[in-house]
């Protein structure tokens, strides 16, 4: 603890920052557009559908917005990865489930619950419609399955007994 954090607040902040960074980056290759208009997406979650108005700031206040979920969904992991140590040493494929879980939980939770424009509501029937395996889909579960994966990188030796 050099820095006088904790392995545990260490991985969570690292993977929940970096995470969150590199999933702006997958969502604007993605959509084919500027990081900046991704990150005033983010932000129209908060502000609304006149978040283009805010320019830079909501640019800024997506970023922060985006780390602060990284950051609490990282927190999340580590919980529930805190009893059993083989689900941290497995990272990879514990990883992966966590992306899938996460997707889910942002498409069908966050993200209705939100104040995006571009949010849908939801119902059985918008889940069955957007259930479709094309190209969307794929594409952005990839994505937060790296998401899981990244977090599970960072958490793989929290709380792992060092040799003696």
Do not use: C, H
């Not at 904790?6 to 702006?24: N, W």
């Not at 950051?71 to 009893?83: D, E, N, Q």
């Not at 579960?141 to 929290?158: E, R």
Request: proline share 4%; charged share 10%.
């Amino acid at each position: 603890m050099r820095n006088g954090l904790s392995p545990l607040v260490m991985a969570i902040l690292l993977g929940g920052l970096i995470a969150g960074t590199v999933d702006i980056g997958a969502a604007s290759l993605i959509n084919m557009v500027n990081p900046l208009r991704v990150m005033r997406a983010i932000a129209s979650g908060l502000l609304g559908k006149d978040t283009a108005q805010y320019g830079l700031w909501a640019s800024l206040l997506g970023l922060f917005l985006q780390w602060g979920m990284g950051i609490i969904i990282a927190a999340i992991y580590m919980l529930a990865t805190a009893k059993s140590p083989a689900l941290r040493r497995n990272w990879i494929p514990t990883g992966i489930a966590a992306g899938v879980i996460i997707y889910f939980v942002m498409v069908y939770l966050v993200l209705p619950l939100s104040a995006a424009p571009f949010r849908q509501e939801f119902s059985l029937a918008v889940f069955i419609k957007n259930f479709a395996f094309d190209a969307d889909f794929i594409k952005n579960m990839l994505a937060m399955m790296l998401f899981g994966l990244i977090l599970g990188f960072f958490a793989k030796d929290v709380g792992a007994s060092k040799p003696a």
